[in-house]
């Protein structure tokens, strides 16, 4: 099926710092959300867009939906050591009618 | 439970046996879907439910993967002749309902499955 491209694949920070990351599509979305994967556990629901431009928090995550619906940004600031794991992009189009996920970017915060 | 339960949580079995996953939905969901993640990797869609509707089984990489989902809820997959390359985590999640893009998936955390 489609995959999502994510990027980086990986990130490598000092705790403290603040973190970008992005997915891109060829196709238009209409939703696009944003998972957290710890190490031995299921995906979890970070974030939810269903608007293009819409910009969403949840607490130090801050998600936005872009503005040509083939692109969404994640950022965390101020690193903290529990933000480890992987995170994934996950988007609904209109032709469609299932998510298509992206490839994931593993976060390591250095303490 | 309030989450998506899975289980067994690790299997572990030689090469050429049959193993069965099991997932138990959030209650109400009506949607269901079966991904892999391979280590390292991202998720691969396997296979969907939605009610009563016939499943979507395109994304099962050969025949000897099903799944079947009894009552609307419960569902196995099922791997026949396991091969080391079906190694991999298996994730279940569901939804309240299928192909509504504002009704995320929420997942369970899946059967680490390993072959010798």
């Given at each position: 099926?489609?995959?999502?491209?994510?990027?980086?694949?990986?990130?490598?920070?000092?705790?403290?710092?603040?973190?970008?990351?992005?997915?891109?599509?060829?196709?238009?979305?209409?939703?696009?959300?944003?998972?957290?994967?710890?190490?031995?556990?299921?995906?979890?629901?970070?974030?939810?867009?269903?608007?293009?431009?819409?910009?969403?928090?949840?607490?130090?995550?801050?998600?936005?939906?872009?503005?040509?619906?083939?692109?969404?940004?994640?950022?965390?600031?101020?690193?903290?050591?529990?933000?480890?794991?992987?995170?994934?992009?996950?988007?609904?189009?209109?032709?469609?009618?299932?998510?298509?996920?992206?490839?994931?970017?593993?976060?390591?915060?250095?303490? | 439970?309030?989450?998506?339960?899975?289980?067994?949580?690790?299997?572990?079995?030689?090469?050429?046996?049959?193993?069965?996953?099991?997932?138990?939905?959030?209650?109400?969901?009506?949607?269901?879907?079966?991904?892999?993640?391979?280590?390292?990797?991202?998720?691969?869609?396997?296979?969907?439910?939605?009610?009563?509707?016939?499943p979507d089984k395109?994304?099962?990489?050969?025949?000897?993967?099903?799944?079947?989902?009894?009552?609307?809820?419960?569902?196995?997959?099922?791997?026949?002749?396991?091969?080391?390359?079906?190694?991999?985590?298996?994730?279940?999640?569901?939804?309240?309902?299928?192909?509504?893009s504002n009704q995320?998936?929420?997942?369970?955390?899946?059967?680490?499955?390993?072959?010798?």
């Amino acid at each position: 099926g489609q995959q999502l491209n994510q990027s980086p694949q990986s990130m490598f920070i000092q705790e403290g710092e603040d973190v970008s990351m992005n997915c891109t599509s060829s196709s238009i979305f209409n939703t696009w959300l944003w998972y957290k994967q710890e190490p031995g556990e299921g995906p979890v629901l970070l974030i939810a867009l269903y608007k293009a431009g819409e910009l969403t928090s949840n607490g130090r995550l801050t998600a936005q939906f872009g503005i040509t619906r083939k692109d969404s940004f994640l950022n965390i600031s101020a690193s903290i050591p529990s933000d480890v794991g992987i995170y994934f992009c996950a988007g609904h189009s209109n032709t469609g009618n299932q998510f298509y996920f992206g490839t994931g970017t593993s976060l390591t915060v250095i303490p | 439970g309030a989450g998506v339960s899975q289980s067994p949580s690790n299997k572990v079995t030689e090469k050429g046996k049959d193993v069965e996953l099991r997932c138990d939905p959030i209650s109400g969901h009506t949607a269901l879907y079966w991904y892999r993640q391979s280590l390292g990797q991202g998720l691969e869609f396997l296979i969907y439910f939605q009610g009563n509707s016939a499943p979507d089984k395109s994304g099962l990489p050969s025949d000897r993967f099903s799944a079947e989902r009894t009552g609307g809820s419960v569902s196995t997959l099922t791997i026949q002749r396991t091969q080391q390359e079906d190694s991999a985590v298996y994730l279940c999640a569901s939804s309240l309902v299928w192909g509504g893009s504002n009704q995320p998936q929420h997942f369970g955390d899946g059967t680490r499955l390993s072959i010798l």
